[in-house]
């Protein structure tokens, strides 16, 4: 007999999904082995401890609705959370399902190989360990895998060189320091006007204009948290009916069917309310833009009122991708921050990064000495987590080679010649353009409702047809085709990593459509997927 430890399931990471699918498949009765590859819980909220780290959605929402009695206990101090208060709420989670046990920490997984007779995993780790499982999990996050830019030079950096995807778990004082951040995504942005609060001086490079929004932070309500407790089950409905998985109103109107001064108001009150929110104006701001140019227009205005400088405020103001459609950063005090004496903004697109030396970085047209660099570009979002690992499935074929024209799935739940593996909010889901947590909990419980059913039906092996996935990749392509998301490179594209295949990650037929449709999937006997049970038996 093999020493080889066998669980019913691994899943990898520790974050949201990881601890919810341990928590739900432990809970049927499954063996089941969580790896992790940090040395504790909270997945993206472990690495990314830069300073200002924070959720862009509000905390009542982006939490677990799983356990009516964690949300009551919760409270949560801000309206949207720091980083440290979601470590932590994770590290109780952990701590009050009792989920630590199931996962081995430090953990990194380096290799997932089919095993076709056994119809089961192996899974081998860093550490040198393997462990076959009937099923693999995947829930290591859609913007877990680092994206360290190939900069001339960036290794030869003497002074302190840090990524926000990965910060040092001490404190790192900035005091006196002279301090350079590549990039201005939604990291970049929040962490500047922390950083700029306390070095001597703060040069930011930006090779994109962003267009920004205020969050309005702020202390939690306690008139509003009771109210919110009272009514958990009906917001949590709304969550899991809306498109991005939030408990607001869609809008009804179009951008240009309303007067100019009606359309100035509702900018504006979105805008005073601050977050994402500014988005639910109006019906047509993602599709049309004739309507996505008026929010254009109203938050040029607010950058070119805020900032003193008017040729500041006019490289601030993007100018080549509509408003949305590249993820905007949410932040309060971003423009402001370019009005300080210690901040410089260095136009890389005007005169581009020539190189970084032992102590500076190098433009075109000038050279920024600096004491630390801090390098804010991003993540190999969605599928890179799962492509820095071996995946070898039916026939030995890597994954790499299934998505190598870009992402690939059914549902975003698995792919077709990778049985048994599935993946939590993975590629052409709605993922990250839903709130996450709710996004996690409907996948796990679809999953769980899989397993279930495979179980009592003796079931052993299940996956996506070929002509399924191929059908769910034009459909969520047809729909990119009708947004304005195209008219912009990013990570959603996956054109931020150089040689990644253009192609749309996520699925944007909204979120409350696409529960439906897997719920109906499942309803159907799991439509579109093919099962393979006993030793003998042809797939069904
Ligand atoms: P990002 O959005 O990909 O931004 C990366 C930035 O680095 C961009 O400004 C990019 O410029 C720049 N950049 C990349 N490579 C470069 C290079 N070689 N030279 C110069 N500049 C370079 O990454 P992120 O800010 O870490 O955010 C990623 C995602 O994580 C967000 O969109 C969001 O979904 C999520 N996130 C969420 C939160 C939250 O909820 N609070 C916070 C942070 C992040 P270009 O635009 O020109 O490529």
Not at 92 to 112: K, N, P, Q, S, T
Not at 179 to 189: F, H, L
Not at 399 to 417: D, E, I, T, V
Request: charged share 20%; hydrophobic share 40%.
């Amino acid at each position: 007999m093999s020493d080889v430890p066998t669980y019913d399931a691994v899943v990898i990471g520790a974050g949201f999904a990881g601890l919810y699918a341990v928590h739900r498949l432990t809970g049927m009765g499954f063996r089941v082995l969580g790896l992790e590859r940090g040395q504790d819980v909270g997945g993206v909220w472990y690495w990314n401890r830069y300073p200002g780290a924070r959720c862009d959605c509000e905390s009542y929402y982006y939490s677990y609705g799983f356990s009516e009695d964690l949300q009551q206990d919760w409270d949560w101090s801000l309206r949207y959370s720091e980083q440290p208060e979601i470590l932590g709420y994770l590290g109780h989670v952990a701590d009050r399902f009792d989920l630590r046990r199931h996962f081995r920490f430090g953990a990194a997984v380096e290799a997932l190989t089919f095993d076709e007779p056994a119809r089961a995993w192996t899974v081998r780790t860093g550490d040198g360990q393997t462990v076959t499982a009937r099923f693999v999990v995947s829930a290591m996050g859609c913007l877990s895998a680092v994206n360290w830019p190939d900069i001339p030079g960036l290794r030869s950096f003497r002074g302190r060189l840090l990524h926000t995807a990965d910060w040092p778990h001490e404190p790192v004082d900035f005091t006196g320091r002279r301090v350079g951040v590549i990039g201005t995504g939604a990291s970049a942005v929040q962490a500047i006007p922390r950083i700029a609060r306390e070095a001597a001086h703060l040069t930011v490079f930006q090779r994109t204009a962003n267009w920004v929004l205020p969050a309005r932070n702020h202390a939690s309500d306690p008139g509003f948290d009771s109210w919110v407790k009272a009514n958990y089950g009906e917001i949590r409905a709304r969550c899991a009916a809306s498109p991005g998985a939030v408990p607001f109103e869609a809008p009804t109107l179009s951008a240009l069917e309303v007067s100019d001064a009606e359309r100035e108001a509702t900018y504006q009150s979105l805008w005073d309310l601050g977050g994402m929110r500014f988005f639910s104006a109006f019906t047509d701001l993602f599709s049309s833009l004739e309507a996505n140019a008026t929010a254009q227009a109203f938050v040029a205005e607010q950058i070119r009122k805020t900032v003193r400088e008017p040729e500041l405020a006019r490289a601030l103001t993007p100018t080549d991708h509509p408003i949305g459609v590249k993820r905007p950063p949410v932040d309060d005090d971003y423009y402001e921050t370019f009005n300080r004496p210690n901040v410089t903004l260095a136009d890389i697109r005007r005169a581009p990064l020539v190189e970084v030396t032992e102590g500076a970085v190098r433009t075109a047209d000038a050279e920024y000495e600096l004491d630390d660099l801090i390098v804010a570009t991003g993540f190999d979002a969605i599928t890179g987590a799962l492509l820095a690992l071996d995946v070898r499935g039916r026939g030995g074929v890597s994954l790499k080679r299934h998505w190598q024209n870009g992402p690939s799935s059914y549902l975003g739940l698995g792919m077709a010649g990778f049985p048994n593996l599935f993946t939590i909010t993975g590629p052409l889901s709605p993922a990250v353009l839903a709130n996450m947590p709710t996004a996690v909990e409907q996948h796990v419980d679809w999953i769980a409702g899989c397993l279930d059913h495979m179980h009592r039906e003796g079931i052993d092996a299940i996956e996506p047809t070929e002509a399924a996935e191929t059908d769910w990749v034009s459909h969520a392509n047809e729909i990119v085709g009708h947004t304005l998301y195209p008219q912009a490179e990013s990570w959603y594209f996956g054109t931020n990593i150089p040689g990644k295949p253009r192609r749309f990650g996520v699925y944007l037929g909204g979120f409350g459509a696409y529960s439906e449709r897997c719920e109906a999937v499942a309803q159907a006997g799991y439509e579109g997927f093919r099962f393979t049970s006993g030793p003998n038996r042809a797939p069904r």
